[in-house]
């Protein structure tokens, strides 16, 4: 895995223009917004532009050479939702470092980075769970189409939320109060669970449909 890792790196730190140019964008953007907004943007960027090494790997038949060295597939999976969780890592520390500058020199208090960096990190597990099964079950350009219609799906849903619940006779408030009435702590559990689950069924199937296919 040590060596899949390595070249994953070497494949991202060629795309170093492009990171550095998101790194500015996202400090950029907490300059304008909530300065927290910095740690969702890179940590959710970074996870995203790191499933991009499937299409490094598969590019001129890759995948013939890749999977005759001494590793097996599993491993290969797991290495890749490793990276990008630790791609997603990174950027969001960069991004909570540039947060709490901001909000120091706002005269603001710095802790309140803490709830955004630890949301952020179930944000790049979200990501990673839905993009990674995606980029092994199709190829490069089948595989960019199906994300972005999985994630146009995704912020449809949630911006029609209440329309749904409304044309289904479900009132919304009980769950709203629910939510606001809940303690923080009991709230990011349940959310800790409900993303692990998730992650662990998508490395399962992840897993399953790569020891299937044959390249």
Do not use: W
């Amino acid at each position: 895995m040590k060596g899949l890792f390595v070249k994953d790196c070497m494949l991202m730190k060629s795309q170093a223009r492009v990171l550095l140019m998101i790194m500015f964008c996202g400090v950029a953007m907490s300059l304008s917004f909530e300065p927290t907004t910095v740690i969702f943007y890179l940590a959710v960027v970074a996870s995203m532009t790191a499933t991009g090494t499937f299409g490094y790997d598969e590019f001129e038949h890759g995948y013939s050479f890749l999977f005759t060295l001494p590793f097996e597939r599993k491993t290969y999976v797991r290495e890749k939702y490793l990276f990008c969780f630790c791609s997603g890592i990174l950027f969001a520390l960069i991004g909570s470092i540039a947060s709490a500058c901001i909000i120091i020199y706002k005269q603001g208090n710095p802790a309140d980075i803490m709830p955004a960096f630890g949301a952020s990190l179930l944000m790049i597990l979200l990501v990673s769970s839905l993009m990674i099964p995606i980029r092994v079950a199709f190829d490069s350009e089948k595989g960019k189409t199906m994300q972005f219609l999985v994630y146009g799906i995704l912020l449809l849903a949630v911006l029609g939320l209440g329309g749904i619940m409304n044309m289904l006779g479900i009132d919304p408030g009980p769950v709203r109060d629910f939510i606001q009435n809940i303690n923080p702590a009991v709230l990011a559990g349940i959310l800790c669970i409900i993303v692990l689950a998730i992650l662990a069924i998508s490395m399962a199937v992840s897993e399953k449909v790569i020891a299937r296919k044959e390249y």
